[in-house]
């Protein structure tokens, strides 16, 4: 057989990927009838194609390439570590040196009270670990009977049983994923979509109190903890109101619940501090890490753990772990990425910098008549498509499909935009530089323009 290689020409490696490999949350017919984009390479913020377009990556991979692509120190990094001690596991007394700095120097960068590190190959086996973690916890406390998660619709917490399970993802639940039980949801805070007459900052508190009166429901005594993002990744880039946040942390200190802040998404750096908690202010038990930990690299994740939690499990087993926990050469990958981050002064550079460059000319896109809202955080952006601005109204027709012709215009104009239903988001590389943002920016306003103009043509331009 011929090797497979990027010289194969598109069709025939079309018809390969259409044949052999399924795809995560894709249509397999609407695939197999369009052909895969196949993406060969990469450099900085930018991909390339089997037909070699070169397209602005908007989006880091997923999420997770936050030093960009093509970085050498990386590659080294896991080639010394893959010569050196390629895998030893972590779970019969032994351990191994690129585990132990990176640990230390997790409890470095997390907040005072959290200095351990549980790891993981991915966000959703972390959330797995956490949802064990806090019910053995409670158990050791003696308090068994503190057993439920409460957490929020259009959450994403992975794909797995328990993070499909925390997740408020209807569509994934009823694909064989009955919630898991002890697993219980409460209302987003989306103020453009659900604030209906409130200002954001009382709906903010209004969204908080449901945790309030889901606790008194279901006992104080029976709730373990509390999981959020603190800013909504996959669900939409949802900025919480300024009010949420600080009424969830009064109500998790207040009735002895934990809190988790699953940082997949907001972590090392994406919203200009090293933890989204950070810049929504609020003291998590747990973080939840993946993604930009190695910038997608190389997989990991992990839960940081709190000195109380952690010092209240050591006496005694905890039954839980994966062959991967702790795997040298991804450990390797990540305290080099972390280094990378810390020696560049990334974190600064989106907060002081780039951040503000962006959130500005993401505002330029507000005299567009079709976006309603245009907002960031550090480098999570969203834009809001809509009808009528004034009424925050939804399009006729059914949703996400505007989205959807926006992200494939996008596409054919170089730039990856992804769409959440209509809403537009966009989360580039740490390392984007002015010019590249107005890039981005321009491409997104042709795409917007033709998404439009298309949506005239169709009589498509109009209010649910
Ligand atoms: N928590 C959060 C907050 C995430 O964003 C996970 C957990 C799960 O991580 P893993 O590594 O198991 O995928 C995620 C993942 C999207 C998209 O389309 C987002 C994620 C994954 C896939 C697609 O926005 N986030």
């Known amino acids: 057989?011929?090797?497979?290689?990027?010289?194969?020409?598109?069709?025939?490696?079309?018809?390969?990927?259409a044949a052999h490999h399924m795809h995560p949350f894709t249509d397999g017919n609407a695939l197999n009838a369009a052909g895969a984009r196949i993406i060969t390479r990469a450099k900085g913020v930018n991909l390339t194609d089997s037909e070699g377009h070169e397209i602005l990556d908007g989006m880091s991979g997923l999420w997770c390439v936050g030093v960009g692509y093509g970085r050498q120190e990386l590659v080294d990094a896991a080639a010394r570590q893959m010569l050196e001690l390629p895998f030893y596991n972590t779970f019969f007394m032994t351990s191994h040196v690129p585990v132990i700095a990176l640990s230390a120097k997790l409890a470095e960068l997390a907040p005072d009270n959290i200095n351990h590190v549980f790891y993981a190959s991915s966000g959703s086996e972390s959330n797995d670990t956490n949802i064990r973690l806090v019910r053995h916890y409670w158990a050791k406390k003696g308090k068994p009977t503190k057993t439920t998660l409460i957490s929020r619709k259009n959450g994403y917490h992975g794909s797995t049983l328990g993070g499909g399970s925390l997740g408020g993802m209807a569509s994934m639940q009823n694909q064989g994923c009955p919630i898991i039980p002890?697993?219980?949801?409460?209302?987003?805070?989306h103020w453009w979509a659900e604030g209906g007459d409130m200002t954001?900052?009382?709906f903010g508190l209004e969204r908080a109190r449901q945790l309030e009166t889901a606790i008194l429901e279901i006992g104080e005594d029976n709730v373990a903890a509390f999981?959020?993002?603190p800013i909504q990744g996959a669900g939409g880039v949802i900025i919480p109101p300024s009010t949420y946040w600080p009424e969830i942390q009064r109500i998790c200190d207040k009735y002895e619940i934990l809190l988790?802040?699953?940082?997949?998404?907001?972590?090392?750096?994406r919203t200009g501090n090293w933890f989204g908690s950070t810049t929504m202010g609020i003291r998590p038990d747990i973080i939840t890490i993946a993604k930009t930990l190695t910038s997608g690299y190389i997989p990991m994740g992990g839960s940081l753990i709190s000195d109380e939690i952690a010092t209240t499990i050591a006496d005694g087993d905890f039954n839980h772990g994966y062959t991967y926990s702790g795997h040298p050469v991804a450990a390797a990958v990540a305290l080099e990425?972390?280094?990378?981050?810390?020696?560049?002064?990334?974190?600064?550079?989106?907060?002081?910098?780039?951040?503000p460059y962006f959130k500005a000319a993401l505002k330029t896109l507000l005299d567009h008549p079709m976006v309603g809202e245009a907002n960031s955080v550090g480098l999570m952006g969203t834009l809001a498509l809509t009808p009528d601005k004034a009424k925050r109204a939804k399009f006729k027709g059914e949703e996400g499909d505007v989205g959807l012709r926006c992200r494939t215009h996008c596409f054919n104009n170089g730039l990856v935009m992804r769409a959440v239903g209509d809403r537009m988001i966009i989360a580039p590389p740490f390392i984007i530089t002015h010019d590249e943002i107005d890039?981005?920016?321009?491409?997104a306003r042709k795409s917007?323009?033709?998404?439009y103009e298309g949506l005239l043509k169709d009589g498509l331009f109009v209010s649910a």
């Not at 988790?260 to 750096?269: C, M, N, S």
Request: hydrophobic share 35%; charged share 30%; glycine share 8%.
């Open 182 to 189: 002890g697993i219980h949801h409460i209302d987003q805070p």
């Open 439 to 443: 890039t981005l920016v321009e491409r």
């Open 1 to 17: 057989m011929t090797a497979i290689t990027n010289h194969l020409p598109t069709k025939e490696l079309q018809a390969l990927d």
């Open 200 to 202: 954001p900052e009382e």
């Open 260 to 269: 988790i802040a699953d940082e997949v998404i907001t972590g090392f750096g």
């Open 448 to 451: 917007l323009d033709q998404t």
């Open 337 to 355: 990425n972390l280094r990378i981050i810390q020696d560049e002064k990334l974190v600064e550079r989106v907060r002081d910098d780039v951040g």
């Open 227 to 229: 999981i959020g993002e």
